[in-house]
């Protein structure tokens, strides 16, 4: 039987990789190191309450369907994604309520009360952005790694509209007027763990896969993508090996020869394909011995995205006036991001997002509660904040501060648990906690990102978060993608 080629870790880009090396004939074994598949993607329940623990908003549906579509398979017969509206229900310190809805006429008349030049000014910002998608997809999203060459393929006219100098938050402050919604638009940056005071307006083209594409919700929860695609790998061949923890990968004259698992155990291979932090391979997977190319020290001292304070609390009450998605802002955006970014503090006024999947599916928490998933943008783990000794003063601030926006749920809290940027990095193998790999507060984050191919060791690839294209569900899902198919091209 042929060598296999081998997956380290069972996130969703591993996943994905692994679905279309099978489809395409390969023998694929995936070694988790995890009890279960899906990485970051996980759940949680206890006293008859359920939380996803990582993402909670899916936006680009056809990536995941295209991946189903790629093993001859229909994405419906697997996964109900059901729209979810209001997408988001934002609130602001004074009193406003806007609900972003795929509903335009509605969408337009909340526009409108807060300026009615804005009701133009959010059109063209959408067109902008479906601009940018038009223009970037092709290079930067949906292919392999982006080439001086590759960038050849976008016309010199295209090109001045990539936007790549100047911030999100600049490019926003040129179509809308209101604060309210030059607020509400520079969030997409967090998307990407980045600061819209910072990262390329070329980022800007988050917006338009959310605003324009809507955003969707899997029946049973988040996790059921994870669930789904395990199904698919393993109808499709793959051998998936939970519990299995990988220690090194065999390398011998610079090529990849098998991996030895935890209890030295070896398995040739092929081609290994690492789900893994591309830093924490080198540091911790690769033989010291590694070449002087190696990324290493440039990715060690590369700006991580932001991490995440989280609390998932089991509420006793329905609370009428709370979406399925719900946004409280802060009061001073930028320095809630310079909190995050240049002090290495979690923000003393930070902006609360609430996630309720149990307003759409009601068996998420007992009858008469509710699963409130609450997320902080945080920074990266770093010397300025110690979340060992600090983190339960942390979660009391949160708390205080969802009171202050008329959420007082202190004496209603039935279960709990809490998730900080140490615990993040401990669970899911984060470096520094980091959610979405490495930065994108600069213009290059996009050629600096980490190829999928190893350039130092033959047979190595690379797929999920701190690799090509970047972080988030539908990134890692093409991250799978690009990586299978660089390993395809190599074995042909
Ligand atoms: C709190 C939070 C909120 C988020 N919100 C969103 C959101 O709303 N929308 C969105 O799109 N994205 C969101 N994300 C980001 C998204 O979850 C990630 O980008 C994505 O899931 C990462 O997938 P990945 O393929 O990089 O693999 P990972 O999820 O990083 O999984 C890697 C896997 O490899 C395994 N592994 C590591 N080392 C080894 C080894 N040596 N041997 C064996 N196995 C190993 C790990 O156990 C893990 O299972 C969020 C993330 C978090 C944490």
């Known amino acids: 039987m042929a060598e296999p080629v081998i997956i380290i870790g069972a996130g969703i880009g591993g996943l994905s990789a692994a679905i279309r090396l099978a489809a395409a004939g390969q023998r694929v074994i995936v070694f988790e190191q995890n009890p279960l598949v899906g990485g970051k993607m996980n759940e949680i329940r206890t006293d008859g309450f359920r939380w996803d623990t990582g993402p909670s908003v899916i936006t680009m549906r056809h990536v995941l369907e295209d991946l189903f579509t790629a093993a001859g398979r229909r994405l419906d017969d697997y996964l109900t994604l059901v729209p979810v509206e209001p997408l988001t229900r934002y609130f602001y310190l004074d009193g406003t309520v806007l609900d972003v809805t795929r509903d335009w006429p509605r969408m337009a008349e909340q526009i409108a009360r807060l300026d009615e030049r804005d009701v133009e000014g959010y059109l063209a910002y959408l067109a902008y952005a479906a601009r940018l998608h038009r223009i970037t997809g092709p290079v930067f999203i949906y292919d392999r790694p982006p080439t001086p060459g590759s960038l050849l393929r976008v016309s010199p006219a295209d090109m001045r509209h990539v936007d790549a100098w100047r911030t999100m938050d600049a490019a926003i402050r040129g179509f809308v007027r209101s604060p309210h919604l030059r607020q509400l638009l520079g969030r997409f940056a967090t998307y990407v763990g980045a600061s819209p005071y910072r990262a390329p307006a070329t980022l800007n083209v988050i917006a338009h896969v959310e605003l324009t594409g809507g955003v969707w919700y899997p029946r049973g929860g988040i996790y059921a993508i994870a669930r789904a695609l395990e199904r698919l790998a393993r109808e499709c061949g793959v051998e998936i090996h939970t519990g299995c923890r990988v220690e090194q990968i065999i390398v011998q004259q610079g090529a990849v020869q098998g991996v030895k698992l935890a209890g030295a155990q070896t398995v040739p291979a092929r081609a290994v394909i690492a789900n893994v932090d591309v830093a924490t391979v080198y ?77 759409t599916d009601a068996e998420d928490a007992p009858t008469g509660n509710e699963n409130w998933f609450v997320l902080v943008n945080a920074p990266a783990l770093g010397t300025a904040f110690d979340w060992v000794t600090r983190a339960a003063s942390y979660r009391d601030h949160v708390l205080a501060r969802l009171a202050e926006r008329g959420l007082d749920v202190r004496q209603r809290i039935r279960s709990e648990h809490m998730l900080t940027p140490l615990d993040l990095e401990r669970l899911t193998g984060a470096r520094r906690g980091a959610l979405y790999g490495l930065s994108s507060n600069n213009p290059l984050a996009a050629f600096r990102r980490p190829h999928n191919r190893a350039r130092d060791v033959r047979g190595l690839y690379f797929a999920g978060g701190t690799a090509h294209p970047g972080g988030g569900v539908p990134m890692v899902t093409l991250s799978g993608a690009a990586a299978a198919r660089l390993l395809l091209d190599d074995l042909a």
Do not use: M
């Open 283 to 359: 540091e911790r997977l690769l033989p010291t011995t590694h070449t002087l190319r190696s990324p290493l020290r440039r990715l060690s001292r590369a700006e991580p995205s932001c991490s995440g304070f989280i609390l998932l609390l089991g509420v006793e009450g329905s609370h009428l006036q709370l979406a399925h998605h719900n946004i409280f802002f802060s009061s001073d955006y930028p320095r809630e991001f310079d909190d995050i970014f240049r002090r290495g503090q979690p923000p003393d006024d930070p902006t609360l997002y609430v996630a309720i999947t149990s307003k």
